[in-house]
């Protein structure tokens, strides 16, 4: 069974201890430094659209990519019910305003194309093939999507897909789990969590030979009463430090800008667990 098939049913269950709201400020803010304050951004590995939706409310058009349909159809799901609401609120403003033809152009909130605040463009893709319809002016990618990719090989042509479709000022920003929060922080190691709606036994193991993580994931999933279907997944994950990345993406014609501890204006440190990197096309 492939990453996330099932795991993205409950995935953002067992991630609502990530604090998205400040992942968005701190990559918004890395876009307006870098002088992306508006237009089109692709996210790649987008999940469950969680920061998608966050970078679109904060004025970028967002086009959001990922390899699983099984996450895509949440993140679908999630706009269109964020759609309604936002349209519910619309209505009943006007039934309370003395100006309801205001809103006489609203129409009403049964379909995802006559919504108001639609327009994400969700794209059933794996990255390392990544086809858009135009160039863009930033790609961006974060909770750790690049780790997934494990050979160098794939990695630098993911470089070179976004290469290809980023605008000549455009900029490109991912992040990374780093060699130290593999080996030393997961390590071999059990990390188990028990809740109502699901649980999930994640086995740890890391190969420093190959700088690969190996995660097997044992889920129990609510599906009616009290009946909990039992799924498994195993994931793969590669570190990759600095200097190869900066190899890799000169390789594709970029260069890298920046690196920073994650969430700071800081630079990378032996302990960084996550780090974020900025690269442009090479000019």
């Given at each position: 069974?492939?990453?996330?098939?099932?795991?993205?049913?409950?995935?953002?269950?067992?991630?609502?201890?990530?604090?998205?709201?400040?992942?968005?400020?701190?990559?918004?803010?890395?876009?307006?430094?870098?002088?992306?304050?508006?237009?089109?951004?692709?996210?790649?590995?987008?999940?469950?659209?969680?920061?998608?939706?966050?970078?679109?409310?904060?004025?970028y058009?967002?086009?959001?990519?990922?390899?699983?349909?099984?996450?895509?159809?949440?993140?679908?799901?999630a706009?269109?019910?964020?759609?309604?609401?936002?349209?519910?609120?619309?209505?009943?403003?006007?039934?309370?305003?003395?100006?309801?033809?205001?809103?006489?152009?609203?129409?009403?909130?049964?379909?995802?194309?006559?919504?108001?605040?639609?327009?994400?463009?969700?794209?059933?893709?794996?990255?390392?093939?990544?086809?858009?319809?135009g160039?863009?002016?930033?790609?961006?990618s974060?909770?750790?999507?690049?780790?997934?990719?494990?050979?160098?090989?794939?990695?630098?042509?993911?470089?070179?897909?976004?290469?290809?479709?980023?605008?000549?000022?455009?900029?490109f920003?991912?992040?990374?789990?780093?060699?130290?929060k593999?080996?030393?922080?997961?390590?071999?190691?059990?990390?188990?969590?028990?809740?109502?709606?699901?649980?999930?036994?994640?086995?740890?193991?890391?190969?420093?030979?190959?700088?690969?993580?190996?995660?097997?994931?044992?889920?129990?999933?609510?599906?009616?009463?009290?009946?909990?279907?039992?799924?498994?997944?195993?994931?793969?994950?590669?570190?990759?430090?600095?200097?190869?990345?900066?190899?890799?993406?000169a390789?594709?014609?970029?260069?890298?800008l920046?690196?920073?501890?994650?969430?700071?204006?800081?630079?990378?440190?032996?302990?960084?667990?996550?780090?974020?990197?900025?690269?442009?096309?090479?000019?």
């Amino acid at each position: 069974m492939g990453a996330y098939e099932s795991f993205a049913r409950v995935y953002d269950l067992f991630m609502d201890n990530v604090p998205y709201e400040e992942w968005g400020s701190y990559l918004t803010g890395l876009l307006r430094e870098y002088g992306i304050c508006s237009g089109t951004v692709a996210e790649l590995g987008c999940g469950t659209g969680k920061m998608t939706r966050l970078l679109a409310a904060a004025g970028y058009d967002m086009i959001g990519v990922d390899n699983s349909e099984e996450m895509l159809e949440i993140a679908r799901e999630a706009e269109y019910e964020a759609d309604a609401w936002s349209a519910a609120e619309a209505w009943d403003e006007a039934d309370e305003t003395d100006e309801p033809e205001e809103y006489a152009e609203l129409g009403e909130p049964d379909e995802p194309d006559e919504l108001p605040n639609g327009g994400i463009l969700y794209l059933l893709e794996d990255m390392r093939e990544l086809e858009l319809y135009g160039s863009v002016c930033a790609v961006v990618s974060v909770c750790d999507s690049m780790n997934y990719i494990l050979e160098e090989a794939d990695l630098r042509e993911v470089f070179s897909r976004v290469h290809e479709y980023l605008e000549e000022d455009g900029v490109f920003i991912f992040d990374l789990n780093t060699v130290y929060k593999y080996r030393d922080l997961l390590g071999e190691t059990t990390i188990a969590e028990n809740r109502e709606e699901g649980s999930f036994i994640w086995e740890n193991y890391f190969d420093e030979a190959s700088a690969v993580n190996e995660y097997d994931l044992t889920l129990y999933i609510r599906e009616d009463g009290a009946t909990y279907r039992r799924f498994e997944e195993v994931h793969y994950q590669r570190a990759y430090d600095l200097k190869t990345i900066d190899r890799l993406l000169a390789d594709a014609g970029m260069e890298l800008l920046a690196a920073y501890d994650a969430f700071t204006k800081e630079p990378v440190k032996e302990d960084s667990e996550r780090i974020y990197v900025v690269a442009r096309p090479r000019r």
